[in-house]
Structure formats: C-alpha cells, structure tokens
C-alpha cells in the first residue's frame, strides 16, 4: 500500500515538473513558476526548489538572490547528495558566505571526487583570496605591521593545487588551463603558465585572450619576439571597437599630456599617422623585426586589464587610476597593500602604496568596490580616511606635465658597453654623397661565452631624417676569436645624401642576446663640390698600403682608435683630406696649414677651477697654453690627401684638442676642424 501511494505521488510530481520545464523552454517564465509552485505545494519536490532558484537568480536582484538562496538550500536539504542542487547552493555564496561556500564544495567532493567544476569553484575562491592578500600587511600599531604573506602563500599552493586536480581529470579544460596561467602571472611564476597557455592554442587557436596572457607571460620571461608574435594575433581577432581601444585610445591617452596641442588640431587619421611616427622613434632597437617600447606598451595594457579591471562597475583596466600609473610607468618596484581598519577618526580603507625608483603613489578603494583611486588627505570629519598620507591625486595632475612616461628599454638579452665615433669625408665614388666610418671597440671578455672561441655580433646603422623617415640602413656581422685580444676594434663604412635628423648605432650579441643602442642626434657631413671644405681628422696607429682591417682612402689603409687613446711613445698619425683648392694661373694651388694643439677642456670651469688656474699661471703652468705650428704647401692636386706623423713624446698625459685650420692662399678662404687625442704614458 505505502509504495503503491509513492508511486503515485512520484508520477504527480513528475508531471508539474515536466510542465514547468517546457513552460521554460517556451520562455514563458511567470507559467514555469507556477507550475513549480504548485509541485511545491502539493509534494515538496526538490527539483522545483531547484528550478525556481534558477529562475530567481536571473532576475539578478538582491531579493531575487535571497529568495534563489532559500530554494537552493530547500533542494541541497531535500536530496543532499544531488550534486547538481548543492553546486548551485554553494556557487551562490561565494560572494557573501566563502567559508559555507567552500564547505559546500568539499561536500561534493566527498559525494564525487571527480566533479571538474567543483574543483574549479574552489581553485576560483583560493586564487581571489591570494590576489586579495599578496603583499598585504595589516596594521597593529602606529609602528607595527603584521605581513599577511603567509596566508596568502597558503592559498597560492590551495589553488594551483584545485586546478592540477581538474587538469588531471581533463588536460584540455580551458578554464584551468588559462586561470591556472592567470594565477601563475600574479605568483610572479610566467614560465610555469606558458605551456599550459600553448595547449589551450593548439586546441583552440581563434581565443584572442589566450594570445594576450600568452604575451605577457613570453614577456615577462623576455622571449620578446615570441610576445610580440601572440599580441599581434590578439589583435587580428579583436572586432573594431576592441582593436581600437587597444591599439589608439590607449596610445592616445599616453601621449595626451605632452602633445595636446597636436591632437587638438589634427583629424583622427593623422592622429593615427602621427601616432605610427611617435612608435617610430620611440622604437630603442631597429635591428630587431618588433618595436620594444611599442612591446611594453601592450604589455603594460594587458597587464592592466588583467588586475585592475572591475567588471560589475564596467570598468577596464587601463582605464582606471592604478592602470593608468602601469601605463605611463610601468609596473612598481614593489607595493604593499594595507588592509582596512578603525583608526582614531574613523574607518582606516584598503590601500596600496606602489614604489619606484624615484616616486610613490597611493591608491585607496574608498568605497569598497575594487576601484582603487588616487589617494587624497582627508578632512578630520570625514568617517573614511586613505592610509597613504601623501596627495598622489594632486601629484599625478603635475606628473602628467612634466613625466608623462617613463621607460626603460629592455632587451632579450643584457646589456653592454661599447665606444664608437664616426669619421666623415667626401664620398671617393657617389657625386654628392658622404663617405662615414663607424669605428668601435668591443671588450672581447664582456662576454658569457667562455667556451667559446668565437663570437658572432651582428652590427646596425639606421638614420631617420628630421621627418623620421629612414634614409640609411646597413646592417653586417662581424666574428670575433676571443683568444686573439683583449679588444676587438671594427669600422663599417657607410655612404649616404647630406642630412641632419638622429641616428642609432646597435649590435647585439649572438648566443646570449647581448644588446648595445645609442641613439642621438647626427648631422651627416656636406662637403662641397666646388667651395673648400675639410674633412674630418683621423688620427691613427698603423697606415699601409697593404690591406689592414680599418679605413680605406685612395688606396692607402688605416686602423683607427675609437677612444683615440695613444701613448706617448706611439707612432701618432694624423690624416685628413682637404677638398676644392683654387688654382693660380699655373695650374698650382697653394694653402696654409696651421696645427693647433691644447688641454682640452669638457665643460665651463667652476669658480674653484678658475682659482686654481689663476695659481697655476703665477708659476708659468698656463692650462691655456696652446701650440701652432703653421706650414705652407704647393701641390698640384686640388682635393689632397694629407699625413702627418705626430710625435707627442713630451707631452704630459693628458686629454688635447687637435685642430687644422686651412687657408687657401688663392681664394683667401679658410676651413677648420677638430679632434681630440687622449694621451697617456
């Protein structure tokens, strides 16, 4: 009799449910409820509960997820073990009941152990309280902060462990897989998040969120080529509105501060054009095929979006206060964060203090929201106060002004020293053009390679007119035996139109990524066809007509010093070219040549330094002191090649100016130029 009546009644409730179910998919929500109701009220089933929770929850309103709350529980009461009514159970109290939450979850676990996206709640829930509590401290007293670090430490482990669960169940989950990698890019662990990043692509490759983490984390273990690679797949899978949040109105609210006046005036597509040119020479290393500083710049981007954007409030992450510090700024140096509490005026917000070299900014999230603003003093009758006693709300507005950006580059590999300079003469074979001569030296032991014998650099000269339009490219390889010498000395020899705009000189260093960059501003030498003119000096330690490495003029060669260190007992020669001598009515020009030779001077001397020169010339040690030695020459050539030999072995050790003056006799013209020399013993 009893299990005929549990017959009946089981097939009652069916049939209610069954309705409401197809009410549902017929979106008719007000007779799904009522038909839920009424199986309710007449056999207390748990599936209804269940159902009129869903429905309750979509309506996304605080009552409505109260009473969504109460019919999950009513389920979770009814048939306990039904995983499906204790997951929803427990997910809605993840926002307002962690700790019942997560003991929900462990529940399920008990019933399933193999239940995925239980793991993945509790991976969720441990990972948002080691990114609430990295580097937090809370205060005791005015003196005494307790670090948090460990507790925060013990939830890291808790949630990669929850998600290594769930990847050993399915290798392929794409939400372990990324937030697994998310939660590694927050340990300061990127290495670890790349292959697992590298999985979810090669099973699905059309995820421009999975590039864009992907990215960041080659980034960050500068595999820079491989970064850029991922950010510009992102972008090809971005639609338009994303594709130009990312890739203008961020640059654009960059460079604002500083060129207002320009954007102000100028349509959207010159902005962009203008915006081409600004990467363009703000680009540190041309050899290679990504712009680094353009690479930073969406790094810092999408790392923004990453931690700081807060979705309930529909706010992106760059475009918040402390995304906007990373943008400009990059990533502190550090940062703490201070948990709220009650002070002596009031209630004490969550802050965070961020340090770099040279600046401090504070951040208080004043309304408990995750929207952290620049922090400001409060009055005394203010209820909720920042922690950071500084105005970072007054000092960004004049930052903006003055510092509108700060980056340091970064290259694959470290960076090391060179010294070059850059010779110029009358081109030999292209009417019109210059003929320069890089020369540098390379510390052959400023390397990482110790086992190996040779090492490959690979060389770039690049000049961008004053429109930064590039007018020189060269690029070459040198390989250097590092048991030959201590120093390696090289020239590349370039030719190119007369101009003045900025140059950059680079090497870097096969093997290890050694990287050398210097950009400045270079005028490329014009030397007349018809006016005198001089070329510049060189000054050298070997010259032979048989092939040397160095410099070729007119068949003859020379092995210059880039640093023009010389020895007082070296032999010293100086060369230089002289060009477009008038002639007399016999066909000979006729010149002057006046050497000159004094203390070379780096800046304007400080009132001690004049002092102390006023003492030296009582006792006849004039640091004024100049020698000219001037000479007259006939010669039928009228774009000669000069070389003298110099002999400096009286001279004290020190740093001289050399300077040639040369007067055409004919035309009464005069031309000079000038080089130094450092001598020592």
């Known amino acids: 009799m009893i299990q005929n009546v549990y017959s009946e009644h089981y097939k009652n409730i069916t049939e209610l449910n069954i309705k409401g179910k197809k009410a549902l998919e017929n979106k008719d929500t007000l007779l799904a409820e009522k038909f839920f109701l009424e199986s309710i009220r007449k056999y207390n089933d748990a599936d209804s509960y269940y159902q009129l929770g869903n429905i309750n929850l979509k309506r996304n309103t605080y009552n409505f997820r109260n009473l969504a709350y109460e019919y999950f529980k009513k389920a979770t009461l009814l048939e306990p073990h039904n995983i499906n009514y204790r997951f929803a159970y427990a997910t809605l109290m993840k926002d307002f009941a962690k700790i019942s939450a997560i003991r929900e979850f462990q529940k399920i676990l008990e019933i399933d152990s193999t239940h995925i996206p239980t793991y993945l709640s509790l991976a969720e829930l441990k990972s948002l309280e080691f990114n609430e509590y990295n580097n937090s401290v809370r205060k005791l007293s005015d003196e005494f902060y307790a670090s948090l670090q460990d507790y925060a430490n013990k939830d890291f482990y808790e949630a990669e462990n929850y998600y290594l669960k769930a990847l050993k169940l399915d290798s392929t989950n794409y939400e372990a897989n990324f937030k697994l990698s998310l939660l590694y890019e927050n340990a300061g662990k990127p290495e670890k998040g790349i292959p697992l990043l590298i999985r979810l692509i090669n099973l699905k490759k059309d995820d421009k969120d999975i590039h864009l983490l992907l990215g960041l984390l080659y980034y960050k273990t500068s595999k820079f080529n491989l970064s850029y690679n991922e950010y510009r797949k992102a972008i090809a899978l971005m639609n338009r509105e994303e594709k130009e949040d990312f890739t203008f109105n961020t640059v654009k609210f960059l460079i604002e501060p500083l060129y207002q006046n320009v954007i102000n005036r100028i349509s959207e597509i010159e902005l962009k054009k203008f915006i081409d040119v600004y990467w363009k020479v703000m680009d540190p290393l041309y050899m290679t095929d990504y712009n680094e500083r353009l690479l930073e710049h969406y790094s810092r981007v999408v790392y923004s979006n990453l931690h700081f954007s807060v979705p309930k409030l529909g706010l992106i992450g760059w475009k918040t206060n402390r995304g906007e510090i990373v943008l400009r700024y990059g990533e502190p140096l550090n940062f703490i964060r201070l948990r709220p509490s009650m002070g002596e005026n009031g209630f004490m917000m969550k802050t965070e203090i961020w340090d770099y070299e040279d600046m401090s900014f504070g951040f208080t999230d004043m309304a408990s929201s995750g929207n952290y603003l620049f922090s400001w003093p409060s009055n005394e009758k203010d209820k909720v106060h920042s922690q950071f006693s500084g105005n970072t709300l007054d000092y960004i507005n004049t ?13 694959e590999g470290p960076n090391f020293d060179i010294n070059y300079s850059v010779l110029q003469f009358k081109s030999e074979k292209k009417l019109y053009q210059t003929d320069m001569y890089f020369n540098y030296l390379i510390d052959v032991p400023d390397s990482l390679f110790n086992t190996n014998e040779k090492i490959k650099h690979k060389i770039g000269i690049f000049f961008f007119d004053k429109y930064y339009e590039e007018q020189l490219k060269k690029i070459d390889s040198i390989i250097i035996n590092k048991n030959e010498k201590d120093k390696y000395v090289n020239t590349l ?181 000038s080089t130094f020399i450092n001598l020592s013993e």
């Open 399 to 411: 930052l903006r002004k003055i510092r509108y950006s700060f980056y340091e580059p970064k290259y």
């Open 493 to 673: 020899a370039v030719s190119s139109y007369p101009d003045s705009g900025f140059i950059s000189f680079e090497i870097i260093r096969e093997g290890d990524n050694g990287t050398y960059s210097n950009r400045e501003d270079f005028e490329i030498k014009r030397f007349s066809n018809t006016e005198l003119c001089l070329s510049d000096i060189l000054l050298s330690k070997k010259i032979s007509k048989e092939k040397i490495k160095g410099i070729l003029r007119k068949n003859i060669y020379f092995t210059p010093d880039p640093l023009n260190q010389f020895s007082r007992s070296d032999s010293i020669y100086l060369y230089y070219e002289i060009y477009n001598l008038r002639r007399n009515e016999n066909g000979i020009c006729d010149f002057e040549q006046r050497i000159s030779i004094k203390k070379y001077k780096e800046k304007s001397e400080s009132g001690f330094e004049k002092i102390a020169s006023a003492v030296s010339n009582i006792f006849g040690l004039n640091d004024d002191s100049e020698i000219i030695v001037t000479s007259n020459y006939k010669t039928l050539e009228d774009s000669p090649q000069i070389i003298l030999q110099l002999d400096m072995k009286n001279y004290l050790p020190e740093k001289y100016s050399i300077t040639i003056t040369i007067k055409d006799n004919i035309s009464k013209r005069e031309v000079s130029s």
